[in-house]
């Protein structure tokens, strides 16, 4: 087996099966996987057998009882798949945004759905600012462990008060005499804040009014998680999906942090958290992908099975060309997420791809493939009839984890208005 990159630490090239063979446990995934690279599909290959160990009866249960997925997260730092972009001199895999697109859908398209996926998400996308930005020491102390996974990161940015409008953000982390700071404040909706030992997070130095532009002032921290201080308090939120990984409010009472948890300079988080957020919406557009596939792939089997008024329901056109119009909605979304992958990757090494570019390429592609995604899964229910209503046929499930790519990390509105704003030179609406 050709093996294109070199790490110490992942493993899947003993797991890679020589055709590519699939489950008979779950249907034939849909994607046509044209023109993927060989590193790609050999990715999605292992990262595939990795997950065929947690089936859909895992996930049924886990999102049932609110239950961590501590087993899968295990399974795949097992194998070095936290690391898969991160450096190869931490013991990262140093691959791009491209393979851990396809690595995130892989996971979504199993049956994990947006429950897999955010278990694992922040350490695969809040290490990014950390690891191009992080001293030689943060690095050391904080992306082995992560790797490993026995390190878990969350991401903590949403406030109530400012919402999308990340930049009125007033956390606050405040010098102390120590060089440490103190930070106070709330954050809203921090994904596996409960299981995290550490936390990247983006808390406010300088004043609003007395920072020069809107987003100098802003500062980026990777701190550790006490829970026993008294300074730091958590409250899981009740949520409609994606129930097995935790969703919490989090509050800061005058918490101290050591000087050296800053990632970057004191001041511009902001500008560092930035440079993550295209990554960030490739691999939201490939979870949507995973997901709209997973549930199409579902509904033809229903379609093909479910027999009523003497036929298979998918021999109705009624039941079929929503389906395949769904199909080609993801498609489609599929080429617009590894075109925006791709331009990512390409423009560390190429100066001539602008960053408005990219910006634009990832931003639609989220959109895109949060929209075909919702089309993919609602269509997948109702295909199903009152069966799409019963946990066991798991469209329900994934039906409600597919509103997550729509509203996060940034919602489709926000992506309309970037649009335009950047593309079509309307004026600025926010
Ligand atoms: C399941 C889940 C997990 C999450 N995990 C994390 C996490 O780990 N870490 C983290 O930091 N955050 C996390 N988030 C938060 C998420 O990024 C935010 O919910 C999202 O950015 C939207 O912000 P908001 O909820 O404050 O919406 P608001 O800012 O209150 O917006 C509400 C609505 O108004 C619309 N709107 C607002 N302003 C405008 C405008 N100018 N023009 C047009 N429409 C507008 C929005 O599009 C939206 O539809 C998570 C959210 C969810 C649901």
Redesign the pocket.
Known sequence: MFIPWRSSTLKFSSHVPCHRAFTTTTPRPLMATAGFTETQLTVRDAVKQVCAAFPPTYWRENDQLAQDPAEFHAALAKDGWLGIALPEDLGGAGLGVSEATIMMQTITESGAGMAGAQSIH?NVYATQPLARFGTEAQLQETIPGIIKGETRI?????EPDA???TLSLSMVAKRTADGGYKVTGK?I???CAQVAKKMVLLARTTPREEGRKASEGLSLFCIDLDRGHPGLEMRRIQ?MG?RAVD?NEVFFDEYPIPGDSLIGEEGKGFKVILHGMNAERCLLAGEALGLGYAALGKAAKYAKERVVFGRPIGMNQGVSHPLADAYMKLEAAKLATYHAARLYDASREDKSIRMDEVGVACNSAKYLAAEAAFTACERAVLAHGGMGYAVEYDVERWFRECL?PR????????IL?YVSEKVLELPR??
């Open positions: 922040a969350c991401f903590g940015v949403t919402g999308l409008d954050k909706w921090i994904t949520k994606g969703a997550v509203i996060a990390p940034v919602s489709r509105e926000m208005n609406s926010y």
